[in-house]
């Protein structure tokens, strides 16, 4: 929040502060991992809670002078336990990807195997990437996509996991626009005797308003970060059964974090509420029927769509067919007041620094109230980007640019966000 006290105190942090509202503002937000939270979980945020060390658990501090620190870490905790229905939550995570490295520290020893998604095929850096911890820590092993359907394949996972042989199952993508059979991975992990984990750090609002299928009842551990579709403040919690409390627990602290951030677990307790408020539930079921829509809108275009559609928050589009690589489409659609990311395709055949896809996603969007008819704006807005924002040789064409700019920042001040936030 821009006031008086930071424009004096830090004027030029406040200019640069001012133009990312004035950004946030005026632009659409198509990346499926952002949100905007709410003022209530900014607040928070921004609160006095920032000023305390709080090392330990409620009733268990390694400071002094926690008594209302721990009111706040239990009702976060109880609130998520509620909205989740888990029989233990830990609300300290600083990110998804420490509640990872959490996890695996409560249910791994370093050398074990983990079966996961690829990053490649839809899966996040923390499950075993060879660039990442958890690929240096552990022996990974990854399921993919059924090459002919693009989807999981149960069938085909179970094959995996029969001759891997991993202590750890990892259900959970950053870029799957399907549902994920979370009972099936229970049977299959039950089958080899593996441990199973849901990361749903994209998915979890959607779980949360029971729009997607629940994992709780069918994890040990289930990961999630509270920044994404659940529209809290940047952050992470874990969720386990009861049998694993102590060891996710001892895990996070002292195992891989020490202070936690006071000032956003308060925000975490915030986002909880919001997320068992009526409207909630709705608004996940919209996101759900804008993503839908944006695909179609997409699909009339001449788009190609992995998997054909989507279930979810987010689509991946395939651009092979339109000559243009992800990181220009996604810049050319930045020009245009249009903010999505580049993504692998499954298979993709470029880097990860071009790739072939863009994944646009729909929570933004939603939070700003706009429904289907928006959504099927936005799509031709995107084809008109990609089929005329640019010469075939990389170079943009303005003019298009610029119209669609300013079509873009009309639909933005009709949908407004931060209104009453102070520049
Ligand atoms: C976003 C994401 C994470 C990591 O979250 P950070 O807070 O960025 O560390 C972990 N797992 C999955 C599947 C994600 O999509």
Sequence with gaps: MINRTLRQTDPELARILAAELERQKTTLM??????????????????????????????????????YYDQL??????????????????????????????????????????????VAQGGHLTHGDKV??????????????????????????????????????????????????????????????????????????????????????????????????????????????????????????????????????AAKAVAFKEAQEFGFREYQRQIVRNAQALANSLLEEGFTLVTGGTDNHLMLVDLRNKGITGRLAADLMEMAGMVVNKNLIPNDPLPPTETSGIRPGTPGLTTRGMKEAEMHQIGKWIARVIHEGHDGQGNPNEKVLAQVRQQVRELCEMFPIYEDLEA
């Excluded at 990346?31 to 006095?48: D, H, W």
């Excluded at 300290?92 to 420490?98: A, D, E, I, M, Y």
């Excluded at 299928?213 to 403040?233: A, F, I, N, Q």
């Excluded at 060891?247 to 000032?263: E, T």
Aim: neutral net charge; contains cysteine; aromatic residues 10%.
């Design 132 to 265: 990442n911890f958890s690929g240096q820590l552990y022996e990974t092993h990854f399921y993919g996509l059924d090459p002919e359907t693009d989807r999981l394949n149960y069938d085909m996972v179970a094959e995996q996991a029969r001759e891997v042989r991993p202590r750890l199952i990892i259900a959970g993508a950053s870029a799957y626009p399907r549902i994920i059979d979370f009972q099936r991975m229970r049977e299959i992990a039950d089958e080899v005797g593996a441990y199973l984990m849901a990361d749903i750090a994209h998915i979890v609002g959607l779980v949360a308003a029971e729009v997607h299928p629940d994992p709780v009842p069918y994890c040990e551990v289930v990961t999630s970060t509270t920044h994404k579709t659940l529209r809290g403040p940047r952050g992470a919690l874990i969720m386990c059964k009861e049998k694993w409390a102590t060891a996710i627990d001892r895990a996070v602290f002292p195992g891989v974090q020490a202070g936690p951030l006071m000032q956003i677990i």
């Design 73 to 118: 870490e239990q009702l976060a905790i109880d609130r998520a336990k509620r909205l989740f229905g888990a029989d233990h939550v830990n609300v300290q995570l600083h990110t998804g990807s420490q509640a990872n490295m959490a996890a695996y520290w409560a249910l791994l020893k370093p050398g074990d195997k983990i079966l996961a998604m690829s």
């Design 30 to 67: 198509l990346i499926p991992s952002e949100n905007y939270a709410s003022r209530a979980v900014m607040a928070a945020t921004g609160s006095i809670f920032t000023n305390k060390y709080a090392e330990g658990y409620p009733g268990r501090r390694y400071y002094n002078g926690c008594e």
